[in-house]
């Protein structure tokens, strides 16, 4: 059961324009939200991370936006770069029982076109 | 070291043979994680160790798995009788303490990749 989802493998943004990537997540007891990027043959690198206590989280170009209710969470980078295009995973944590642990979801593959 | 090390970095290996991959977390971090990413797929837990033990075993595919972390430090992902399906990269990871939290970031490292043939 996969309790992290990302459901766009890929998505192709032109430089200069706004990249969305989406999230939801199924288990309530997820309390911390994070997003990783990652380039072929490296591994994840933190991005941003954003508290359920909060709804939105900036850092520079990112931004991370949670909706509780909806369990969904987005990462929003502005402008888009080339050098942004990379794979970005999002990943759940909580505390006590399954949650406790990093899980992440499948990831979506980002491509900048200049 | 600055960061997390992984070795070796790549590893072909026939199927039936064991392999041993190695990690070196950053210094003081307590918590180090196992991950694996096989093709096409996402970053899948395998374990995680507090120290040295090993609270939650869960995510080990199948009992040819397993792993050990001598003296707080590094850590040791064994795979015996490797089969094909065992293709992926393994990658390490630790942080300060445990979990995802706030001012508790995870820091990966490169990974180890494994072909079996």
């Known amino acids: 059961d996969q309790q992290v989802k990302q459901n766009s493998p890929s998505l192709s943004v032109q430089e200069g324009r706004i990249s969305i990537l989406n999230c939801d997540y199924t288990n309530s007891m997820f309390d911390y939200f994070l997003w990783y990027k990652k380039y072929p043959a490296e591994g994840p690198t933190f991005l941003i991370s954003i508290s359920s206590i909060k709804d939105k989280n900036e850092d520079g170009r990112f931004t991370v936006f949670l909706n509780k209710s909806a369990k969904h969470l987005s990462l929003h980078i502005v402008p888009s770069q080339p050098g942004d295009s990379a794979v970005y995973f999002c990943a759940a944590s909580g505390y006590g029982g399954a949650t406790n642990k990093l899980i992440f979801g499948t990831g979506t593959l980002l491509a900048v076109q200049p | 070291g600055a960061g997390v090390s992984q070795s070796p970095s790549n590893k072909v290996t026939e199927k039936g043979k064991d392999v041993e991959l190695r990690c070196d977390p950053i210094s003081g971090h307590t918590a180090l994680y196992w991950y694996r990413q096989s093709l096409g797929q996402g970053l899948e837990f395998l374990i995680y160790?507090?120290?040295?033990?090993?609270?939650?075993k869960s995510g080990l595919p199948s009992d040819r798995f397993s792993a050990e972390r001598t003296g707080g430090s590094v850590s040791t992902l064994t795979i015996q009788r490797t089969q094909q399906e065992d293709s992926a990269v393994y990658l390490c990871a630790s942080s300060l303490r445990f979990g995802g939290s706030f001012g508790n970031t995870i820091y990966f490292g490169e990974g180890s990749w494994l072909t079996v043939v």
């Open positions: 160790f507090q120290g040295n033990s090993a609270p939650d």
